[in-house]
């Protein structure tokens, strides 16, 4: 079973930028993965999709802000955030992904999904 550990999260100024990290214990390399969050009180979501071959996919609400790429030979994705907004507040998470056009809320208990890891929060504020 692979495992995914996050980390790059912090507090930040509306405006301000953070990249996260994370490393999967395996190969990733021919999988498409996915950052996800989850905010207070809301359901989790797919904010960014990045496939084996470099295609990506962001949510509107974050479309323009949010970049997500991938480094195989280190087992790692990033999600490079700029222009943060306190409604980017939540845990962020990664985990395997499908290439949809859609971007929205997900079942993390479905099947697709490895084991979450614990997620790294980020929190927006001034």
């Known amino acids: 079973q692979v495992q995914f550990v996050e980390s790059g999260g912090g507090l930040v100024q509306p405006g301000g930028s953070l990249r996260l990290s994370c490393a999967a214990s395996?190969?990733?390399?021919?999988?498409?993965m996915g950052w996800y969050r989850q905010a207070p009180g809301k359901q989790r979501e797919l904010v960014a999709i990045?496939?084996?071959?470099?295609?990506?996919n962001s949510a509107d609400s974050v479309k323009g802000r949010f970049t997500i790429s991938r480094d195989n030979a280190k087992n790692t994705v990033y999600l490079q955030m700029n222009s943060l907004k306190p409604e980017d507040t939540a845990v962020y998470y990664c985990?395997?992904?499908?290439?949809?056009?859609?971007?929205?809320?997900?079942?993390?208990?479905?099947?697709?999904?490895?084991?979450w890891g614990q997620g790294t929060q980020v929190t927006v504020s001034s």
């Open positions: 395996r190969s990733i390399s021919i999988y498409a």
């Open positions: 990045i496939s084996s071959s470099g295609y990506t």
């Open positions: 985990n395997w992904a499908t290439i949809s056009p859609v971007l929205g809320v997900i079942d993390p208990q479905a099947p697709i999904f490895g084991s």
